[in-house]
Each structure stands twice: as C-alpha cells, then as structure tokens.
C-alpha cells in the first residue's frame, strides 16, 4: 500500500513569490492535513479537509491556503513568500472517521525562502 | 487555544536503559493524546496513543500513561536500542485530525 506522497520535495523561492505543494493521500483515506515543521516553532497545524471541504484551521494568515480535489488529493498555496516561511511543510492522510485516527505523514516537502 | 509542554528536550540513554519523556496540556477538554516518532528525514510515525478514558496503555517496550486531573501525560520505553534514536513529540487533540505537538525530545541511545 502506497503511503502519503508529497511534491515536490525540496523547492526554493524568493521573497513576495507564492508557491503550490501537493500531497496524495494514502488511499481510501479522506482526511488530509497539513502541518508546518521549523525548528522554533515545532509543528503547527495548518489546515484539515475531508471530502473537499475545510473541516479545521490553524492560526495562520491569510496567505496559506488549500483545497482537496475530489480524488482526496490536497494541495496547499503560499502566496507573497516571507523568509519565516521556510520550512518543512507535512501532509498527513487519515481515513477521516470518527473523531480520532491515526495520522500518516508524507516525508515533506522543505520550502526555503530566499 | 491548547498548549503542550514538552521536556526534557534532550535525553541522552545507554543501551538497556529505560527513558521517559513528559508532556502537559492546558486544555481540559483534549481527550486524545498521540505519541509520534520522527527519523532523520521522515515524516513522524505514530507509535502509541491514549484516549482519556483510559489511565495506561502498553505495547511492547512502550507505554504511556495519563493522568487527565494533573493533565500530564508521559512516554516509557524500556530497554532502550540504538533504532529508538530519534525525536519523540508528544501531542494533545479534541480530535479530527487537530493536533497541537510538543516541542519534541531528541533521544540518543548510545550502544
């Protein structure tokens, strides 16, 4: 069974560009999540979508957005690039039932902002 | 909003040696409580959890017990192997795939 797979794996970008991560789930999973990984600041939970709509969202601005595809593909936008938005951006697939469930990360994708 | 606190941060064991990591929460109302282990360029793994309704849980060399008045909850791995190198996060949830982590605690087994 194939697990969560994100692209692309490492990118660099400058200041005020925005950038598309893509995550696919595990499948049958319906549930996707992503967090955000910096050193200072841990993990952070991003947002959460299940069957295409956003069930939960994180303390982040504006400029973090996503969207799930009707085959529970996720992707999420960065627009107007900060230097404090580098980091190691995870996606997680679940099945989405029920209120709790193991979650499984893909390896990552590592944004650095120039 | 929730807050975790997680310590020690580094814990440095001998092989064969037990190791215990400790988290508290601040919000009475999270009931789910996930313990996920991170390999050098990996995702984190989950490798036990705990629902409030229960006190200890076990698998193996790993435990984690929970006391829900104190709000804190810990990690126990017993004899310890160099493969248990890694960063350990703890987290809390109200559920649906919301999790708020610890810090994390980088655990070194030395052989």
């Known amino acids: 069974k194939a697990g969560v797979t994100q692209t692309p794996r490492y990118l660099i970008k400058t200041r005020g560009q925005q950038v598309t991560l893509s995550c696919s789930p595990i499948?049958?999973?319906?549930?996707v999540s992503w967090y955000q990984q910096t050193p200072g600041q841990g993990l952070q939970f991003l947002f959460e979508?299940?069957?295409?709509?956003?069930?939960n969202k994180g303390n982040f601005p504006g400029r973090f957005s996503g969207r799930q595809f009707s085959n529970s593909r996720s992707e999420m936008n960065v627009s107007t690039l900060e230097l404090g938005d580098s980091a190691l951006y995870l996606c997680?697939?679940?099945?989405?039932?029920?209120?709790?469930?193991?979650?499984?990360f893909g390896e990552g994708s590592r944004l650095t902002v120039l | 909003g929730e807050n975790v606190e997680q310590h020690p941060s580094t814990l440095s064991v001998q092989e064969g040696d037990s190791a215990v990591i400790k988290c508290t929460y601040s919000?009475?109302?999270?009931?789910?409580f996930p313990w996920y282990k991170q390999e050098l360029g990996k995702g984190p793994q989950l490798i036990i959890d705990?629902?409030?309704?229960?006190g200890e849980k076990k698998d193996q060399r790993i435990a984690v017990t929970l006391n829900k008045t104190a709000k804190h909850f810990s990690l126990h791995i017993t004899e310890t192997q160099p493969e248990d190198s890694a960063v350990y996060f703890c987290?809390?949830?109200?559920?649906?795939?919301?999790?708020?982590f610890g810090k994390g605690t980088m655990l070194l087994v030395s052989p």
């Open positions: 997680a697939s679940s099945s989405g039932q029920g209120a709790f469930g193991e979650l499984f």
């Open positions: 499948s049958g999973h319906r549930s």
């Open positions: 979508y299940f069957s295409e709509t956003q069930r």
């Open positions: 919000d009475s109302a999270s009931n789910y």
């Open positions: 705990i629902r409030s309704n229960v």
């Open positions: 987290a809390a949830s109200k559920g649906y795939s919301t999790l708020t």
